[in-house]
């Protein structure tokens, strides 16, 4: 047994010296168990909620408290007007829309069958049928605590009708391709933007690069260009194929959608280029790449799970996930046909992000050269 004991001494102090593959190794799978715990949920909760009431009576008021009272629709707008509805819908503003027709209370009262449409996004098809099942349990509910109409002494009814926006035939690929943008070009440019560059560094071409007349920006245009036109060619033939083979609708503008593709690789190129600046061998970038990038694009970008199921905590983490912001914007642009005007925000975010992490990567590589 002593050539075993020297070779587990061995192993040991091997993973003494390399403490960032350790540390890894025992966080990743405590922050996985964290993620998956918190991200994966199927319910829904803080559903955004717009009423269109144009004569509020005694019953309108009454259903509207109904929505409010429970922990799962926070009311965001009451508005006068259907046409109020589209830029709530657009903006994201609103998930779910309760429209009254007029003379609601009275037809409660003279035992005719009321009417209101329950309007939802299914951007989500999962996330809206959930939003219209809990729609129309909210309504049942009021209707059954009501009492019999005094005109015909018997129970009231309320008719609601349901339709879908934006995704009305609930196509799983809606919401998929989008988000799979998000996670291919993830791959691409961060990941193996990563791998690349530290490579160099363990075949030793970075180092003569670092002590070249090259300037740290010059090296890092050198590196990431490639890249940068890979990633474009892959947003065009993705795009092309969500047309051709998934029947994606493209409502929105093209040009506009190629533009936030480039500006989300650059985010994705940047983040691939200081992790490869801050680790030294290829096993340690890829598994901060997938620590750093991946998984948080798949759990807390909205890709998959409604964010508005998810704790605070995680929700605000997602501020800093580059994929938040570009799926966002891809779903507006191609199920929405929204423009610059609504996605500005979303944009601003990851034109920040692409700023900062360039510039860290520049301060890394000078650190280096020092």
Same mark, same amino acid.
């Given at each position: 047994m002593t050539p075993l004991a020297g070779l587990l001494r061995k192993e040991w102090f091997h993973i003494r010296r390399d403490r960032?593959? /350790?540390? %890894?190794?025992?966080?990743?799978? +405590? %922050?996985? %168990?964290?993620l998956f715990g918190y991200a994966i949920r199927t319910d829904v909760d803080d559903v955004r909620l717009a009423v269109v009431d144009p004569a509020p009576d005694s019953a309108t008021i009454a259903l509207r408290n109904r929505f409010a009272a429970g922990d799962v629709f926070r009311t965001v707008a009451v508005v006068p007007r259907t046409e109020d509805l589209d830029p709530l819908f657009e903006s994201g503003t609103a998930q779910q829309a309760i429209v009254f027709y007029p003379g609601f209370a009275e037809d409660l009262g003279n035992g005719v069958p009321a009417r209101l449409l329950i309007l939802t996004d299914a951007t989500e098809p999962n996330t809206g049928s959930l939003l219209q099942s809990y729609a129309q349990s909210v309504v049942e509910g009021y209707a059954r605590s009501l009492p019999a109409s005094p005109a015909t002494q018997r129970? &009231?009814?309320?008719?609601a009708q349901t339709r879908m926006r934006f995704n009305p035939t609930r196509e799983s690929s809606n919401l998929f391709v989008p988000g799979l943008m998000a996670f291919v070009l993830t791959i691409i440019s961060s990941l193996m933007t990563a791998i690349s560059l530290t490579r160099e560094k363990e075949t030793g071409t970075m180092e003569a690069l670092l002590v070249s007349?090259?300037?740290?920006?010059?090296?890092?245009v050198g590196k990431v260009t490639p890249y940068l036109?890979?990633?474009? %060619?892959? +947003?065009? /033939? &993705?795009? +092309?194929?969500a047309l051709l083979v998934f029947h994606v609708p493209l409502r929105g503008s093209v040009p506009l959608l190629?533009?936030?593709?480039?500006l989300y690789i650059l985010v994705s190129l940047s983040l691939g280029i200081?992790?490869?600046a801050r680790t030294s061998s290829q096993r340690v970038a890829m598994m901060f790449a997938l620590l750093g990038t991946m998984l948080p694009n798949i759990l807390l970008s909205g890709f998959i799970f409604p964010l508005e199921s998810m704790p605070a905590a995680l929700r605000a983490i997602s501020y800093a996930v580059p994929g938040r912001?570009? +799926?966002?914007? /891809?779903r507006g642009i191609m199920l929405k046909g929204i423009g610059l005007d609504y996605v500005w925000r979303e944009t601003l975010f990851l034109a920040a992000m692409a700023s900062v992490l360039l510039a860290a990567s520049i301060r890394s590589f000078n650190e280096r050269l020092e």
């Open positions: 960032r593959t /350790a540390a %890894v190794l025992i966080a990743l799978p +405590v %922050v996985q %168990v964290m129970p &009231v009814s309320i008719v007349p090259l300037r740290p920006w010059e090296i890092i036109a890979i990633g474009f %060619v892959s +947003v065009v /033939a &993705v795009l +092309v194929e190629l533009f936030e593709g480039a200081l992790i490869s912001w570009f +799926v966002a914007i /891809a």
